[in-house]
């Protein structure tokens, strides 16, 4: 069972950073793509980064250039360092685990993961 320990969530205040962490266990981390969705209040989940098994990245236009997701596969840990947040950023990110293996490209879809972390908040003061 594919296990998804989300940390580095809290309050910040606007123009700040964050670093989230997402540590995996229960397959092979390395060849899957990961992805980060958020979720604001009210609002449906919402695609905010992915990475390919072998480095591709996709961004949504909302953090192109703020956020930047990364991976150590020697830790098993994927993460989005975020940048210049601000107070729209709020919401409780989520990071996930691509459903196949060494796809080749960045999928943006929440049906296209499988396996979930719990969530961490990120709230972001103006």
């Known amino acids: 069972q594919v296990q998804l320990v989300e940390s580095g969530g809290g309050l910040v205040q606007a123009g700040g950073s964050l670093r989230l962490s997402c540590g995996v266990s229960g397959r092979t981390f390395s060849s899957y793509g990961m992805g980060w969705f958020r979720q604001a209040p009210g609002k449906e989940h919402e695609f905010v980064a992915g990475l390919t098994w072998s480095g591709g990245t996709y961004y949504a236009d909302s953090v192109k250039g703020r956020f930047t997701i990364s991976r150590d596969n020697a830790k098993n840990t994927v993460y989005l360092q975020m940048n210049s947040l601000k107070p729209e950023d709020t919401a409780v990110y989520y990071c996930?685990?691509?459903?196949?293996?060494?796809?080749?490209?960045?999928?943006?879809?929440?049906?296209?993961?499988?396996?979930w972390g719990q969530g961490t908040q990120v709230t972001v003061s103006s």
């Open positions: 996930a685990q691509d459903k196949v293996p060494i796809r080749r490209m960045v999928v943006v879809r929440t049906s296209d993961y499988g396996y």
